[in-house]
């Protein structure tokens, strides 16, 4: 599963929006900002005169399955499956440098107006179907697929409200509570590395910017806003300083370990050793441990985040949507497609179980699955927890325009700290400097603050 998921809305209600993703028309003097000459506009959209294959690169396990699906039914538009988990952004930008991009793509939500500054959708508003699947989305991904509603130029897949996987038993053996509040968690973190020196609470991925992020989220520490024609950059709050400081201290304690990747074969390994006791983790991760560690079923129990305090504020990391690429020359079938892919109960339901997907779509929300115990841990209601997640995010979150040179720079910056050269909010410090760069070099206004 790519770490690179985020957001949704239960229960009737909705959070997490991008102000200004709109307004990336506006904050700009250079035509890149809006997908350059006018190339994101809206093609025509007919249907193809025969047989249509599309290409679908994506992430996520077990989609093959799920297309497989689609392909029986529909034999005049057929879909070839690709699987880019091992440099997802990587190869659809060198796809997109060639001109061989394939009809639909994977994007995270935070990768949107990144690539669209690159010139890499096209607008699939030219097709009704296209414009009518809004009403089947959670209102707040839809805003963030279709640029404040000036197109169609992705279709939203799913989310990843974040809560907190931990291993009751180990919390059991050594007498130690199952935190609350980020307080709790340190405490706790002591607690379990002295009764055994092998054990940490978690682990630190220095190379998971997304994940910092969610972990900023859930402090309302924003990145950034916009206001008054330019981008404010704020991404070395003080908010955003009190999650850096917290978990620089459980580094320099040695309480977390920072020598493991984020679903990597040596995280799978050091949690089958019982040397790791937690996961601060997102809705989609719930399969990771089901599928990798099997023998650890009945173990693991899910709960809301640890807290700042007595705000029940939650975070968000992950959730992707599906992109109309630039150069599709089949958009009636690619909407086809994307709308069932995303929509349909079928494939949800299918995703869901194979890929671990919590579905953005509205009807997805209703699946048997998500209002059922979960085997694996230990017929716990998890979906539950999650939906409480979702209720307590910050709806006015949102991503910058060059988030993922940011991000880059994040992770550059927390590897160093991580291995002992400055801290994470030197991190946080580079980060914020290389927004307010990378803004200045495509010509987006910006100001720091």
């Keep these: 599963m790519s770490t690179t998921r985020k957001r949704l809305r239960l229960a009737g209600v909705a959070f997490t929006v991008v102000a200004g993703v709109a307004a990336l028309t506006a904050c700009s003097s250079d035509d890149k900002t809006t997908g350059g000459a006018g190339s994101d506009k809206a093609p025509a959209c007919a249907p193809a005169g025969g047989p249509v294959t599309l290409q679908y690169w994506n992430t996520v396990p077990g989609m093959d399955q799920v297309v497989a699906l689609w392909n029986k039914d529909n034999p005049n538009i057929q879909v070839q499956v690709k699987n880019i988990s091992n440099d997802q952004y990587g190869q659809i930008g060198n796809a997109l440098k060639a001109g061989t991009a394939p009809e639909l793509a994977q994007v995270g939500y935070d990768e949107l107006p990144d690539l669209r500054t690159q010139d890499a959708f096209v607008d699939a508003s030219a097709c009704a179907d296209a414009k009518a699947a809004e009403s089947k989305f959670v209102p707040w991904t839809w805003t963030q697929s279709s640029f404040g509603k000036t197109g169609v130029f992705a279709f939203p897949q799913d989310t990843g409200p974040m809560a907190l996987f931990v291993r009751t038993d180990l919390f059991t053996k050594y007498h130690v509570d199952v935190p ?19 054990l940490s609470i978690t682990f630190f991925d220095p190379n998971n910017a997304e994940w910092f992020n969610g972990l900023l ?22 908010k955003s300083r009190q999650v850096a400081d917290f978990w620089q201290k459980l580094i320099d304690q ?31 991760g719930y399969s990771m441990f089901r599928d990798n560690l099997p023998k650890q079923a009945g173990k693991w129990t899910i709960v809301p985040m640890p807290t700042w305090g007595t705000n029940p504020a939650s975070g968000d990391w992950g959730g992707s949507t599906v992109a109309f690429m630039k150069g599709d020359k089949h958009l009636y079938e690619s ?33 048997p699955a998500l209002s059922q115990g979960v085997p694996y841990y230990n017929n716990q209601k998890i979906f539950d927890v999650f939906a409480d997640s979702s209720k307590n995010i910050d709806t006015s979150f949102t991503w910058g325009p060059t988030q993922k040179t940011v991000n880059l720079a994040l992770q550059d910056a927390m590897a160093k700290a991580a291995a002992g050269s400055g801290t994470l909010t030197d991190a946080l410090n580079s980060a914020q400097d290389k927004a307010l760069s990378s803004m200045k070099d495509q010509a987006i206004p910006a100001t720091a603050g």
Excluded: I
């Design 335 to 367: 909407v086809k497609f994307n709308e069932w892919l995303n929509s349909d109960p079928a494939a949800l339901a299918l995703e869901n179980k194979l890929g671990g997907l919590y579905p953005a779509a509205t009807a997805g929300l209703q699946l």
């Design 254 to 284: 040695k309480l977390v370990r920072t020598d493991l990747a984020n679903s990597s074969p040596p995280m799978y390994a050091a949690y089958q050793k019982d040397q790791v006791a937690t996961y601060v983790g997102a809705a989609w």
């Design 217 to 238: 989220w859930q402090n309302s520490a924003q990145m950034y806003r916009y206001e008054g024609d330019q981008w404010h950059v704020t991404v070395a709050s003080d």
């Design 180 to 198: 609350k509040t980020w307080d709790d968690y340190a405490a706790a973190a002591q607690k379990l590395h002295a009764a055994d020196k092998n």
